[in-house]
């Protein structure tokens, strides 16, 4: 029963996530940061660190 309602309480805390919460993600991604280290930091499933790692990133280049 609890590690169903931590399940619970990550997937809440996943929905909440702001955009720049996500940046945040994929920036300590880009940094070597392990999955698990980030979903511990985040207070989200290193699952959902995992789907997030796998979606394409946004790559805002330089204007030259």
Known sequence: M???KKRAAKAKAARELSEDDLARIAEMLNN???????AEAM???QSFVQRKN???RK???PVQ
Do not use: D, T
């Open 59 to 61: 790559v805002e280049l």
């Open 2 to 4: 609890e590690r169903a």
């Open 32 to 38: 070597g940061v392990s999955q698990r280290k980030i």
């Open 43 to 45: 207070g989200v499933s």
């Open 54 to 56: 796998r979606q394409p």
